[in-house]
């Protein structure tokens, strides 16, 4: 997280910084990016730049925090009290891969994180007790609701679930100079569709 003196900074300083960060990560890999480059990239003395962040890698899981907050805001845009959770669950897939669609530069840092797999494992245990916390709020209304049959406890429902959105992740990336956005979106919803039939059709103790 920056120090307090990045945000004591007037707000549009603050944007400056953050895009050229952007603009910089978006186009080289993270270990390819050096301080050096980023003070030059943010206008600001390396000096500064020690006085608003701890190191490189400070502002990059800050750049990574500001991409998925933005994520996250557009996905609740789906979110219906109304709504059940596959349905949901298909909405919010729609919406992620159309979020990756209409910022570039936020997929393009995404995806060199997703390369790097160290880099990769750190950064995103940040955000993993966030994002099962939320699913698992999303299935315990689904049982509360009768739509599933399946006796799993929530927690480990919703870690299966996020696993599922991961590795689809994994692969959409892998594939992503040969998948065009809609097979994007009909492979999430495909493997939606095969959750939904097995957590629907059959309890954990069914042993067809």
């Known amino acids: 997280m920056p ?24 186009s080289k890999a993270y270990h390819a990016v050096s301080v050096n480059q980023l003070v030059k ?14 190191d490189k890698r400070d502002l990059f899981r800050y750049l990574i925090q500001l991409i998925y907050a ?29 979020f990756a669609k209409d910022n570039p530069k936020y997929t393009a840092i995404a ?3 997703m390369a790097d797999s160290e880099l990769k494992k750190e950064i995103l245990a940040d955000f993993a007790p966030e994002s099962n916390s939320f699913m698992e709020e999303l299935i315990l209304r689904s049982y509360e609701r009768g739509e599933l049959k399946t006796e799993l406890e929530p927690e480990v429902l919703a870690r299966i679930i996020m696993a599922v959105f991961q590795v689809m992740g994994d692969y959409i990336y892998e594939k992503s100079g040969d998948l065009s ?19 629907k059709g059959c309890g954990a103790n069914d042993q067809r």
Do not use: C, W
């Not at 910084?17 to 910089?24: M, V």
């Not at 990239?41 to 701890?54: D, L, R, V, W």
């Open 70 to 98: 933005d994520k996250v805001e557009r996905l609740h845009g789906v979110f219906s009290d109304g709504t059940g959770l596959f349905d949901l669950l298909r909405a919010m897939a729609r919406e992620a891969v159309a």
């Open 3 to 26: 120090k307090d003196t990045f945000f004591n900074l007037p707000e549009d300083k603050r944007k400056r910084i953050i895009q050229g960060a952007i603009e910089l990560f978006s």
């Open 111 to 113: 995806n060199r994180l």
């Open 181 to 199: 956005v809609e097979r994007s979106k009909e492979l999430f919803i495909q493997v939606i569709n095969i959750l939904e039939n097995g957590l």
């Open 41 to 54: 990239a943010t206008g600001i003395p390396k000096g500064s730049f020690y006085q608003y962040f701890e």
